[in-house]
């Protein structure tokens, strides 16, 4: 058993955060994306893992290497220009030799693929996909299975008299290397519009197995807010955060709550306040300065005073004193002088 993570997106919804950073690295609770969907698979015992990348490779590389630092073997497929998500998958058609699970390098979820695999085994299928139930069905693409679980349609954002169904396209499949033979090569094709429909004209064994879990898309400011914090509050359990070691630099009289996750590397004045926030590598947090329900990025400083409430500070950014941020999203090297009130 094998697996591609998809990971060369640009993350342009994710932007201004995505501009020095690629999206399957940007951290999560202080964790590089990507670790967490590691550990999804090594929980189903697969260890060979390919990173199919394009945006800023090296960056991505660099940080993962050959996997061996996380118990997992990595090799890469890196594309001159963007191929689409299948376009990916046949890119690294060399490297294939087995049954694979394809992953979006965005999706957070604490879906047991063990299950998945077993599901996709005994119905012997050439393509399972992971579907996820959604509350508000009519914004998204759905795809409706028949009382044997295959596959019958997919329903493009359809009127609500059109609804049939609830679940979505969660961006995790089990494939075949037949589904191979469905892909032109070297030129962009997508799975959602190109492969599954011809699955589906050709009557192929194709199964959509729904996982009623915890599944999240990261792609955009919100989202990726809102999956940091629901990662602290333990709505999902991927990855064992650090504990924190409260050495010299965490001055007694800061108040840091049990949720938060803060880099030992940090330092927090007399007076601080984090709460339900993830304060990322060598930041600088002064005196009665408040974060709540925030990310703040590596190597940012919030000056004496200032308060962030639900908003992301991106890397090296400078918050002065008695600043006010509620709801907002910094790019990298931000500079907020002091006194400014910042409300979206």
């Known amino acids: 058993m094998q697996a591609i993570i998809l990971a060369g997106g640009k993350g342009t919804r994710l932007r201004p955060l995505t501009m020095h950073t690629p999206k399957p690295i940007v951290p999560l609770a202080n964790q590089p994306f990507l670790l967490y969907q590691v550990e999804l698979l090594k929980r189903a015992?697969?260890?060979?893992?390919?990173?199919?990348?394009?945006?800023?490779?090296?960056?991505?590389?660099?940080?993962?290497?050959?996997?061996?630092?996380?118990?997992?073997?990595?090799s890469y497929t890196v594309e001159a220009s963007p191929l689409?998500?299948?376009?990916?998958?046949?890119?690294?058609?060399?490297?294939?030799?087995?049954?694979?699970i394809i992953l979006n390098g965005d999706i957070l979820t604490d879906v047991d693929?063990?299950?998945?695999?077993?599901?996709?085994?005994?119905?012997?299928?050439?393509?399972?996909?992971?579907?996820?139930?959604v509350a508000n069905p009519a914004n998204y693409g759905l795809v409706q299975t028949a009382d044997d679980c295959r596959v019958l349609r997919f329903l493009e954002?359809?009127?609500?008299?059109?609804?049939?169904?609830?679940?979505?396209?969660?961006?995790?499949?089990v494939?075949?290397?037949?589904?191979?033979?469905?892909?032109?090569?070297?030129e962009p094709f997508m799975f959602e519009y190109g492969v599954f429909?011809?699955?589906?004209?050709?009557?192929?064994?194709?199964?959509?197995?729904?996982?009623?879990?915890?599944?999240?898309?990261?792609?955009?400011?919100?989202?990726?807010?809102?999956?940091?914090?629901d990662v602290l509050a333990g709505k999902i359990r991927v990855l064992d955060l650090p504990e924190r070691q409260a050495g010299e630099k965490f001055d007694a009289k800061a108040e840091i709550d049990r949720?938060?996750?803060?880099?030992?590397?940090c330092v927090i004045k007399p007076g601080a306040q984090i709460v339900n926030s993830a304060i990322g590598p060598n930041c600088y947090v002064e005196e009665r300065a408040r974060i709540e329900d925030s990310i703040v990025r590596s190597g940012s400083r919030i000056g004496t005073g200032a308060s962030v409430v639900k908003s992301i500070i991106g890397m090296g950014?400078?918050?002065?004193?008695?600043?006010?941020?509620?709801?907002?999203?910094?790019?990298?090297k931000s500079v907020l002088t002091d006194y400014t009130h910042l409300d979206h």
């Open 157 to 173: 954002k359809p009127k609500p008299d059109e609804i049939t169904c609830n679940t979505i396209n969660g961006g995790i499949y």
């Open 259 to 265: 949720l938060s996750a803060v880099d030992p590397s």
């Open 84 to 100: 689409g998500t299948a376009g990916a998958y046949r890119h690294a058609k060399a490297l294939i030799n087995d049954t694979t």
């Open 45 to 74: 015992g697969v260890k060979d893992l390919i990173l199919s990348l394009s945006y800023q490779p090296q960056k991505i590389e660099d940080r993962l290497g050959d996997g061996g630092d996380y118990g997992v073997r990595i």
């Open 197 to 229: 429909p011809r699955l589906l004209e050709k009557k192929e064994a194709f199964y959509g197995y729904t996982w009623n879990g915890y599944w999240r898309d990261i792609g955009t400011s919100a989202s990726y807010l809102q999956a940091n914090l």
């Open 113 to 133: 693929l063990s299950r998945v695999i077993g599901f996709h085994r005994e119905h012997n299928a050439v393509a399972t996909l992971m579907l996820a139930p």
């Open 175 to 186: 494939l075949e290397p037949h589904v191979l033979d469905y892909i032109p090569d070297g």
């Open 317 to 332: 950014s400078h918050i002065g004193r008695s600043v006010s941020i509620t709801g907002a999203v910094l790019g990298d």
